[in-house]
Structure formats: structure tokens, C-alpha cells
């Protein structure tokens, strides 16, 4: 659970820097407080890439963002979602988030079918442990932690 507390200048504070979540899936429990801030990806009805907008909150309702291991898994198919959270000046706010991850000593790679499909590898294999030790040590810098396995081409 993550609390934030009522703060009378939010945009002073930082209740959790950007970052995307390292696992395969987090679901979110919505509140009416709201907070939640993501970064778009590409431009659409919503904004233009690169900006950041809050999500509407809806009391209930759940948030699913998709991790960086699935984005692995997926050769970048499915890519996972930058986000941060902020504080209100209204009231205080909890936030429930339900981690989904493979286990510590799996290894995760690209999909040999979506290899296949694809034609190459954009993920270089690594256990999911090393890959959690990386980004914790990294901490709150976007989605800087997916270098760590992202195969880059050699300059020619």
C-alpha cells in the first residue's frame, strides 16, 4: 500500500517518481481521490506522445499496467507503462497495487514464437532476480531499467 498525504502544493511534492513496474502485470485499485499519472506513447486522442496526463479515477474501477517483464516476453509487443503518482491539496489517498511477477529465479527472454515472428531478438535473456536487483539499484528513472536487456545493433 502507498499512502500520500494531503500536501497544500502538490506539485512540490513527488509521491512516486516516473518509473514502469518490473514485473508482468500490476493492477491498481481505483479510489476517488485520484493521482495516478502516465506518460503517452504515441499520439492519440489523449495528447501527444510524451506528455503525461493523470487517469480519470473512478471509484472501483481497476487499473491494469502491463511490466516491463511482459514487454520483454512480448519483444516489445506490449510495452509497459511509465508512470508515476502525485499528491492532492485536497485530501489525503491510498493506493492497493498487485504485483504480478514471474518468479526470482526464472528466466526471462523474448518468446521463442514471437522470435520467430519477428525474425530477432530484442531482449537478451536474464533471470528475473537480476533483472529486479538492476532496476531497484537504478531506482525512479523512467524506463531506463529495459537497457539493461535490450539488445542494441552494432554500429556499422
Request: net charge positive; aromatic share 8%; with cysteine.
Amino acid at each position: 500500500m502507498n499512502y500520500y498525504p494531503t500536501c497544500p502544493d502538490p506539485e512540490l511534492t513527488v509521491g512516486i517518481g516516473k518509473h514502469s513496474d518490473i514485473g508482468i502485470l500490476t493492477v491498481l485499485v481505483q479510489d476517488d481521490v485520484g493521482g495516478l499519472l502516465i506518460k503517452l506513447q504515441e499520439d492519440g486522442e489523449f495528447g501527444k506522445k510524451g506528455e503525461w496526463i493523470q487517469v480519470p479515477s473512478i471509484p472501483g474501477a481497476l487499473v491494469i499496467n502491463i511490466g516491463d517483464a511482459l514487454q520483454i516476453l512480448s519483444n516489445g509487443k506490449y510495452k509497459s507503462v511509465e508512470h508515476g503518482a502525485r499528491t492532492t491539496n485536497t485530501q489525503s489517498r491510498v493506493s492497493v497495487p498487485c504485483f504480478f511477477t514471474p518468479g526470482l529465479m526464472v528466466k526471462i527472454a523474448p518468446l521463442p514464437k514471437v522470435i520467430n515472428k519477428d525474425g530477432k531478438a530484442k531482449y537478451k535473456e536474464c533471470l528475473f532476480q537480476d533483472y529486479r536487483n538492476h532496476a531497484f539499484a537504478q531506482g525512479c528513472k523512467g524506463k531506463k531499467s529495459l537497457d539493461y536487456v535490450k539488445i542494441t545493433s552494432p554500429t556499422p
